[in-house]
């Protein structure tokens, strides 16, 4: 049995680089061969990506969010198993399917051997694991700065939403989930794959294996009031401390298989955290295409 353990330089702070040796110490308990590449970039950790899913009998990364993303374009068609050590700032992925966030508990799931095919998102010709998202606070995520988020962890994204993004854009949103129909104009809306946003367990009834996305949406009058404007603050404080399923006039829940939004041109979607396409999408659940070490005993 063979394995490919790929880190960046700077994953987990340098952490992981660090404890390089012990990881792959650990690893050797259930595979002869353990190959440990360190990457400078996106582009060459999803090639080693690739190439390692063909090559190897497991691929093992670290990272955040955003490199999950990137693996999970890579590892597309593959059947080979995934194992993830996540080190972001967040790691939304990791508490979805509560995968610890410390470097020992990460090594035990995938030392247990137990492997689970996960549904992801498709959109277009990109792949997303746990949220689409548009609107209040999404741009965030990305446009937060990397030296920021290594000195204040999470905090720097409520530092960046402050500075930029406390005024809510008001957008259109026509929305066909699975048939069912939804219009209105909004302030953000989510399809949502995984449980956890921003660290907050706000879809903590869902599977990340059934089959069905749920979409969230704040609901907002094209032309608010400045008490309209307000309100909007406390309903999404609502949505991240009572989760989606919490009974509010202003938010909508709907939940399917393909999700097709009408929106205006300049829309940015967040794709996982990451700046993604604007305008017009349609997300359509993937059945079983991610296959990834897990927790034992854990629902996914």
Not at 218 to 225: D, V
Request: with cysteine; net charge positive.
């Amino acid at each position: 049995m063979r394995c490919l353990f790929l880190y960046h330089g700077g994953s987990g702070r340098g952490r992981v680089g660090k404890r390089l040796g012990y990881i792959k110490r650990r690893l050797h308990r259930n595979y002869e061969v353990v190959d440990a590449v360190k990457t400078a970039s996106a582009e060459e950790l999803m090639a080693r990506v690739k190439q390692g899913l063909k090559e190897y009998d497991a691929v093992i990364f670290s990272g955040g969010d955003g490199t999950f993303n990137d693996v999970l374009q890579a590892a597309e068609g593959s059947t080979t198993p995934l194992g993830y050590l996540p080190t972001g700032t967040v790691n939304d992925v990791a508490r979805s399917l509560k995968i610890p966030r410390n470097l020992n508990g990460a090594l035990d799931v995938i030392l247990s051997g137990r492997t689970e095919k996960l549904d992801c998102m498709k959109v277009g010709s990109k792949r997303a694991m746990y949220i689409v998202a548009a609107g209040a606070l999404t741009s965030a995520t990305y446009n937060t700065p990397q030296p920021l988020k290594r000195v204040m962890g999470a905090a720097a994204y409520a530092v960046e939403a402050i500075r930029h993004n406390l005024d809510f854009q008001v957008f259109p949103l026509k929305i066909d989930c699975d048939g069912r129909k939804f219009e209105s104009s909004a302030v953000l809306v989510f399809v949502l794959n995984g449980r956890s946003v921003a660290g907050f367990p706000i879809n903590r009834a869902a599977s990340m294996k059934d089959g069905k996305l749920e979409v969230v949406v704040i609901r907002q009058a094209s032309r608010p009031t400045l008490m309209q404007k307000l309100t909007k603050y406390f309903s999404l404080a609502t949505l991240f401390l009572f989760g989606c399923r919490v009974r509010k006039k202003d938010i909508v829940t709907l939940s399917g298989k393909r999700i097709q939004i009408e929106t205006a041109e300049n829309v940015v979607w967040d794709f996982d955290g990451e700046e993604g396409v604007k305008g017009n999408i349609v997300v359509a659940a993937e059945r079983g295409d991610v296959r990834l070490f897990v927790p034992r005993g854990k629902k996914v």
